[in-house]
Nanobody
Framework: EVQLVETGGGLVQAGGSLRLSCAAS????????IGWFRRAPGKEQEGVGC????????YIADSMKGRFTISSDNAKNTAYLQMNSLKDEDAAIYYC????????????????WGQGTQVTVSS
C-alpha cells in the first residue's frame, strides 16, 4: 500500500523557518519522484516543487525560489521541504505527493497524495 505521511507543520512567525518531512512507503523510493503541493483557503492548489529521488534534481516554483528547498534521504525513504523566510501567504495545507517524474523545469504527474500538514504563519 502506498503511503505518504507528512509531519513538521505548525505555527511559525513570519520570517521564521519550518522543515516538513514526508515519509514514504509502499514502493521502491528511488523509482519514483516526490513533490510538494499546497492549498491555502480560498486559493487554488499550487505546486511548490519536487525532487528526483534517483539523481537529486530539484524544481522549485518561482514564487518560492530562494526561500524553499527540497531534499531527500533515500536511506530513510523520506523527503523534506525546508521553508525559510516564511510569509503570511505561505500559510496553507502542504501535501507530499508521489510523482511519475520531476524535471528541473516542472512537476510531473501526481500518482498519490499524502494527507497534508497545516502550516500557519503569524505576523
Amino acid at each position: 500500500e502506498v503511503q505518504l505521511v507528512e509531519t513538521g507543520g505548525g505555527l511559525v512567525q513570519a520570517g521564521g523557518s519550518l522543515r516538513l518531512s514526508c515519509a514514504a512507503s509502499g514502493w521502491s523510493f528511488d523509482n519514483y519522484d516526490i513533490g510538494w503541493f499546497r492549498r491555502a483557503p480560498g486559493k487554488e492548489q499550487e505546486g511548490v516543487g519536487c525532487i528526483s529521488t534517483s539523481d537529486g534534481i530539484t524544481y522549485i516554483a518561482d514564487s518560492m525560489k530562494g526561500r524553499f528547498t527540497i531534499s531527500s534521504d533515500n536511506a530513510k525513504n523520506t523527503a523534506y521541504l525546508q521553508m525559510n523566510s516564511l510569509k503570511d501567504e505561505d500559510a496553507a495545507i502542504y501535501y507530499c505527493v508521489k510523482l511519475q517524474y520531476c524535471l528541473e523545469t516542472r512537476i510531473g504527474s501526481v500518482l498519490s497524495w499524502g494527507q497534508g500538514t497545516q502550516v500557519t504563519v503569524s505576523s
